[in-house]
């Protein structure tokens, strides 16, 4: 069993940035690969980032590639999820969870379990 919790969301303009950080407790987070998540609102939860399990791989989608970075810590069990050139549709609460359904696309919300509460991101306009 996994817990997740994330932090570092809040109110930002955009072109600016924030770095949310989730912080996991119980075993096996060193070998799980990890993704973030995000909510925005109306829609369904859809992919962001996710790191595999030493940090050396990294996936995007395609609409933050080149301005998110997702990164990770195991000494700390944490991953981070650093947001550059927030833009207005970034706004969502961003969540993260573990990567542990190899059946599923790197990308399907399916793929992962033990998600945490999420961290609000507002960036205005």
């Known amino acids: 069993q996994v817990q997740l919790v994330e932090s570092g969301g809040g109110l930002v303009q955009a072109g600016g940035s924030l770095r949310l950080s989730c912080v996991a407790s119980?075993?096996?987070?060193?070998?799980?690969?990890m993704g973030w998540f995000r909510q925005r609102p109306g829609k369904e939860r859809e992919f962001v980032a996710r790191?595999?399990?030493?940090?050396?791989?990294?996936y995007y989608a395609d609409d933050v590639q080149g301005r998110f970075t997702i990164s990770r810590d195991n000494a700390k069990n944490t991953v981070y999820l650093q947001m550059n050139s927030l833009k207005p549709e970034d706004t969502a609460i961003y969540y993260c969870?573990?990567?542990?359904?190899?059946?599923?696309?790197?990308?399907?919300?399916?793929?992962?379990?033990?998600w945490g509460q999420g961290t609000q991101v507002i960036v205005s306009s």
């Open positions: 969870a573990v990567d542990r359904n190899s059946d599923y696309l790197l990308e399907s919300v399916d793929r992962y379990d033990y």
């Open positions: 119980g075993r096996t987070f060193s070998l799980d690969a």
């Open positions: 790191i595999n399990w030493n940090g050396g791989s990294r």
